[in-house]
């Protein structure tokens, strides 16, 4: 194995013959070149030692100052010690057999192993072993140089494991759109259903109601996933954490649950970030509903606390995860003091579909949501567990301004009107629900299948109140396109945008139309249609 690139080679210099130097006791002074040669590598940065193979079970007979930073050890605690002393429980057995055999075989070796410090933390080590020989060519040595490549491997780490989510978020991002649309002909027929079954049927309206809410529950588990995918729709708002967890609180109070106390400490002065307060809520709802059951599997009784604080991660730091672009952030911390969280699955927890809790307890797209809509924040989602419990930390970028008030409750929309519609829906099915939902609430409509088809329509005849387009459409022109060349072309039209799957290019441009997202209710339909429509200076 070849030393690493960030590394310097130092097994060729140290294969040429030397006399061999009395350093059985290393801390005696040395003579002529063999005294450089020592007084040079003690005073080096790089770690190095020398072991003795010729003494029982190899052990170290030298070693320099940087070593024993590295390691927390003093010197008089490693001379006379076999190396195997800075392995662990989690050390690779397999890469020890290497080194072992390589010795054996009186051959240079580099290896990168997991070793560990005196106070019991772990540390990567790059590790290049060479055999010294003397002018007679007996090996009379083993001459060791290693480095600290920790920081090197966390960064590896964190890089593999953001290639496997964005692989995956593209999977599921891919099928919540096609699920969405499957979704809303079966949501908007159950509710075309429900308004027709007669009253007194009650086993009829059972049964649409309970196929509507399973239709629902699919519904709930695609935003799911288009979260984790970022593919969701953030509407961001320049707020502050600490407002919004004291707005949230009786919430996430009546989560925890009656045997769990929530506790707070939240940090003065907190600085703001631009975040999605729905998204927001929701993350902290899921953070906390998985710390309940993880103490609930304990004993039932404990505590949660959320604290916020300020802080500034820089490049080099080590404070804040290696994967964490340097800046300042408001970092939120979820705790609990229950059992914590398996280190063999503490890499897996924010996997889509991945779960700890028993058959039908759970999706697994809780803290899959919490994952991408942090990363689609700009921020980052990290997990830390230990004997004292499990913490769930979310760093959000900072952002300056004035926070902003929650807007007032919408009022209630009146009932569907008898205006146009231009619809436009390239998948048949949705778009034969779409305009039988819309003529039952008692709108005229026109359904068309593509952008190009929808203009040569108004073209002809533009005597329509609204477009109400889906965004992802095939033929070179999206409904954001679309909807542009109407408010140019036609800008007595209104417009209302809909889709199952958007992405960040499409939502840029969708931000100044309505956009309803699928599947929606018919009520929900009827209620921004009458939004956009009775807005003052809309069409009537």
């Known amino acids: 194995m070849n030393p690493t690139p960030e590394t310097p080679d130092l097994s060729k ?43 029982p079970d190899n052990p170290i007979v030298f070693c320099n100052e940087a070593f024993s930073f590295m390691t927390g050890y003093s010197e008089e605690e490693i001379l006379g010690t076999n190396c195997r002393f800075l392995q662990g429980p989690e050390t690779d057995r397999d890469v020890v057999a290497q080194v072992r055999a390589a010795i054996a075989r009186r051959d240079e070796i580099a290896v990168e192993l997991l070793n560990y410090r005196k106070n019991g933390s772990t540390f990567w080590n790059a590790l290049f072993v060479s055999p010294v020989y003397d002018d007679a060519g007996e090996l009379v040595y083993f001459f060791s140089s290693q480095l600290d490549i ?34 809303q002909v079966i949501i908007g027929y159950a509710d075309i259903l429900e308004a027709r079954v007669d009253q007194g049927d009650r086993s009829g309206r059972r049964a649409v109601e309970a196929i509507a809410a399973a239709a629902a529950r699919g519904a709930t588990l695609t935003q799911q996933l288009l979260a984790f995918a970022r593919k969701q729709e953030l509407r961001d708002r320049l707020l502050n954490f600490n407002q919004l967890i004291e707005d949230f609180r009786p919430i996430l109070n009546r989560t925890a649950g009656d045997g769990v106390v929530m506790r707070q400490r939240l940090e003065e002065n907190l600085w703001n970030c631009r975040i ?5 809520e929701m993350a902290l ?23 916020t604080r300020n802080m500034i991660h820089s490049g080099d730091s080590p404070e804040g995860p290696a994967n964490l672009e340097p800046g300042e952030y408001v970092m939120v911390r979820v705790a609990d003091d229950g059992p914590g969280i398996d280190p063999q699955i503490a890499d897996k927890i924010f996997d889509p579909f991945f779960t700890t809790k028993e058959m039908g307890k759970g999706a697994g797209l809780g803290l899959a949501m919490v994952y991408g809509f942090m990363r689609q ?12 419990g499990a913490a769930i930390a979310l760093y959000f970028p ?49 359904l068309t299948r593509s952008a190009r088809e929808a203009l040569d329509h108004l073209a002809q005849d533009s005597d329509f109140a609204l477009l109400f387009t889906d965004i992802l459409m095939p033929g070179g022109m999206n409904g954001v396109a679309l909807a542009q ?21 499409i939502d840029e441009g969708a931000r100044s139309y309505e956009l309803i997202r699928k599947p929606y209710r018919r009520a929900d339909l009827n209620e921004r249609i009458r939004a956009v429509l009775d807005r003052p200076g809309a069409r009537t």
């Open 13 to 55: 210099s140290t294969r040429s013959h030397v006399s061999s130097p009395p350093i059985a006791d290393a801390s005696q002074p040395h003579s002529g070149q063999s005294d450089i040669f020592f007084a040079a590598v003690k005073t080096t940065r790089m770690p190095m030692i020398v072991t003795d193979p010729r003494q």
């Open 377 to 388: 924040s700009g921020g980052l989602a990290t997990v830390e567990s230990d004997a004292d």
């Open 485 to 505: 060349v109407v408010r140019r072309d036609y800008p007595h039209l209104s417009v209302l945008l809909t889709t199952g799957f958007a992405d960040e290019a």
């Open 398 to 446: 900072r952002a300056a301004g004035v926070t902003e008030r929650r807007a007032a409750p919408v009022q209630p929309a009146r009932s569907g009107g008898v205006e146009r519609v231009l619809m436009v829906e390239d998948q048949d099915d949705v778009g034969d629900l779409g305009k039988s939902m819309l003529e039952d609430l008692g709108y005229d409509v026109v």
């Open 150 to 183: 920790s920081r090197r491997r966390e960064a590896e780490d964190a890089l593999h494991e953001a290639q496997k989510m964005e692989a995956v978020g593209k999977l599921t991002g891919g099928i919540a759109h096609d699920f969405n649309n499957l979704l």
């Open 276 to 280: 999605d307060p729905v998204q927001a």
């Open 285 to 307: 709802l899921n953070i906390v509903g998985n710390a309940r059951e993880a103490i609930g599997r304990q004993s039932g009784q404990g505590e949660i606390t959320i604290s």
